[in-house]
């Protein structure tokens, strides 16, 4: 396993508690904008007049925290994008304190690393990263279905799986039927949206917040790190389509053998795609550096 895995993973383990576990897992149930974060740090301000200072400034920080969470979760912040304190906070309308501790508490998450002058990176994944992510996700999730299948599936949980089926099939069918060979950017990105909600559904699903955690975090890690998805043809979406209907009905069967094996095979599908658009981005970026580089010899040639 990679440094990153083994330096990053242990520190949610052992550091965070269930509740602040569990605030952070729905943070991909939310939806919070600049605008948000600013009234609701005004407002929790001018609470702490009568109230605590302390309350206050952790109010302002969770927001945060949960603003950029969510921005890297949607893939608005890319790897290698810098985050200014300074920025941020003339853009969200607030001080840099509270600023300061979101972004520290992502860094410690292994989502950013600090630079310098009061800013962070969205930090670049090795090929060797997404293969380890992908192993403990694998290994979460299917230890995950096992032990929801083995004792029950909520029918409340349930039907928000169905729920997520339906809004995905119901695109399947429109793609059909207006001709449509690939997603586009929009359809890709509702339907990641879509994808994270029914596999964080599975896993919430055994009421266990670290784990809930830890899994939420690899999937963000690979979403915003991995190369941008191209947008899935309907052929491919169909399978994905199969795949999630199989694993929910095994779930909810009890089939806890079934649904692990049909849950891994998706993962490792998965993974197999994420690494074929990992080596494409390398391929590219080789060609373009190259370019790059034969354009700066030839300008310095005409030069001489």
Same mark, same amino acid.
């Given at each position: 396993?990679?440094?990153?895995? &083994?330096? #990053? *993973?242990?520190?949610? +383990?052992?550091?965070?508690?269930?509740?602040?576990?569990?605030?952070?897992?729905?943070?991909?149930?939310?939806?919070?904008?600049? @605008? $948000? +974060?600013?009234?609701?740090?005004?407002? @929790?301000? %001018?609470?702490? %007049? $009568?109230?605590s200072q302390t309350s206050a400034s952790t109010s302002a920080k969770d927001r945060i925290y949960s603003y950029l969470y969510q921005q890297l979760s949607s893939g608005a912040l890319p790897a290698g994008h810098v985050i200014s304190e300074l920025q941020l906070s003339r853009t969200l309308g607030t001080s840099r304190s509270? +600023? &300061?501790?979101?972004? !520290?508490?992502?860094?410690?998450? !292994?989502?950013?690393?600090?630079?310098?002058? #009061?800013?962070?990176?969205?930090?670049?994944?090795?090929?060797?990263?997404?293969?380890?992510?992908?192993?403990?996700?694998?290994?979460?999730?299917?230890?995950?279905?096992?032990?929801?299948? !083995?004792? !029950?599936?909520?029918?409340? $949980?349930?039907? @928000?799986? =169905?729920?997520?089926?339906?809004?995905?099939?119901?695109?399947?069918? %429109?793609? %059909?039927a207006d001709g449509q060979r690939a997603m586009t950017d929009e359809q890709m990105a509702e339907f990641t949206r879509i994808d994270h909600r029914l596999h964080?559904?599975?896993?919430?699903?055994?009421?266990?917040?670290?784990? @809930? =955690?830890?899994?939420s975090d690899t999937r963000v890690l690979v979403r915003i790190f991995a190369m941008r998805h191209r947008g899935h043809d309907v052929g491919v979406f169909d399978k994905i389509q199969r795949q999630h209907v199989a694993i929910v009905q095994a779930v909810a069967k009890? =089939?806890?053998?079934?649904?692990? &094996? *049909?849950?891994s095979e998706h993962i490792k599908t998965s993974l197999q795609e994420r690494l074929e658009e990992f080596d494409l981005w390398k391929r590219e970026r080789a060609v373009l550096s190259h370019s790059l580089e034969m354009a700066e010899l030839i300008g310095q040639g005409a030069q001489g």
């Open positions: 396993m990679s440094n990153f895995l &083994r330096l #990053r *993973l242990p520190m949610v +383990i052992l550091s965070a508690d269930c509740r602040q576990i569990y605030c952070v897992i729905q943070v991909s149930e939310l939806s919070y904008t600049a @605008q $948000n +974060i600013a009234m609701g740090v005004t407002t @929790q301000m %001018k609470v702490a %007049k $009568n109230g509270p +600023i &300061r501790e979101a972004i !520290g508490q992502l860094v410690s998450e !292994g989502l950013l690393e600090q630079a310098p002058n #009061r800013s962070a990176v969205v930090v670049n994944l090795s090929r060797e990263d997404i293969v380890d992510l992908f192993e403990v996700r694998e290994a979460l999730e299917i230890y995950a279905v096992r032990k929801v299948a !083995g004792r !029950g599936l909520h029918p409340t $949980n349930h039907a @928000q799986l =169905k729920e997520c089926l339906d809004i995905t099939q119901a695109m399947i069918v %429109k793609m %059909k964080a559904l599975l896993v919430i699903s055994t009421q266990n917040a670290r784990m @809930q =955690k830890i899994v009890g =089939k806890s053998e079934e649904a692990a &094996r *049909l849950l």
